[in-house]
């Protein structure tokens, strides 16, 4: 006769939610999330048995040498790049840009400053006889495309040679890079759909977030970026028997 148990069974979904670790600000979500990993890592010392002539093991002790965290984004949010790519995120309201100086080479395409929606004039620096398009200028995919047979002047010592006036949307610019490492808190808020939809809820107090592992730009699939932490001490948490890395709750 088996012995009677509860079916403890578990198959995830949820959110994960963020915050930098000591801000007093909200949890945000991350978007969706394909993959949310602990790994803990152990120091293990063996002390072979002598006694025995086949060996084995007389005695062991297996240290914690901490816990290592991973997570997988597949919503390419300026907030999700910034995370994983120590940056600053820059909002841009929609607008318009007049007389931007250009340095426009003929027969490819020149990056505005922003995402262009439309373009309403090019002319050379300083003013003068206004280009047309599409014979002198186009607009391809948000950059200025100068034909090789354009009327625009040659570049001259790398100097801008053209002003354009343009409108463009509402956008993000993530500046990579450009922060030490960050530490974050992080919420799972999760239902196990193996036990008709119970809450499942995992708090990480304070995570070490490392850079993006890969950031994959064109692929025959879903696009996702990875990141990999590790958990370390919150030391505000205190008293017998509190975790200071993290806690589990689950609904029975």
Same mark, same amino acid.
């Given at each position: ?12 979904? $949820? ?14 979500? =991350? ?34 040498? $901490? #816990? ?34 250009? #340095? ?20 050379? #620096? $300083? ?25 625009? =002047? ?9 002003? *354009? ?12 890079? *450009? ?14 759909? =193996? ?11 304070? *995570? ?7 950031? =994959? ?33 689950? *609904?029975?």
């Amino acid at each position: 006769m088996a012995i009677p148990s509860t079916d403890y069974s578990a198959l995830l979904s $949820g959110s994960m939610l963020i915050r930098e670790f000591g801000a007093a600000v909200p949890f945000l979500s =991350a978007g969706n999330v394909s993959a949310l990993t602990l790994s803990p890592q152990e120091d293990v010392m063996k002390l072979p048995d002598y006694t025995q002539p086949g060996g084995n093991i007389r005695n062991e002790v297996r240290r914690l040498t $901490g #816990v290592d965290f991973s997570f997988t984004f597949t919503d390419y949010s300026a907030e999700n790049f910034a995370r994983g790519l120590r940056a600053d995120i820059e909002t841009i309201a929609a607008g318009t840009a007049s007389a931007e100086p250009v #340095v426009a080479y003929k027969g490819g395409y020149v990056p505005l400053a922003k995402i262009a929606t439309a373009i309403s004039s090019v002319e050379p #620096v $300083g003013g003068g006889t206004p280009f047309v398009s599409p014979t002198d200028y186009e607009l391809r995919d948000g950059q200025l495309y100068i034909p090789s047979g354009s009327t625009v =002047a040659a570049v001259t010592g790398g100097a801008a040679n053209i002003e *354009v006036d343009y409108s463009y949307g509402a956008q993000k610019k993530v500046q990579a890079l *450009v922060n030490s490492n960050m530490q974050y808190e992080v919420l799972f808020v999760g239902l196990n759909e =193996a036990r008709s939809g119970k809450a499942v809820r995992v708090h990480l107090y304070k *995570v070490s977030g490392s850079v993006l592992q890969e950031m =994959a730009l064109i692929g025959d699939d879903f696009l996702q970026g990875q990141v990999n932490g590790s958990l370390l001490a919150d030391g505000s948490r205190t008293g017998d028997g509190v975790s200071q890395y993290f806690n589990v709750q689950l *609904v029975d």
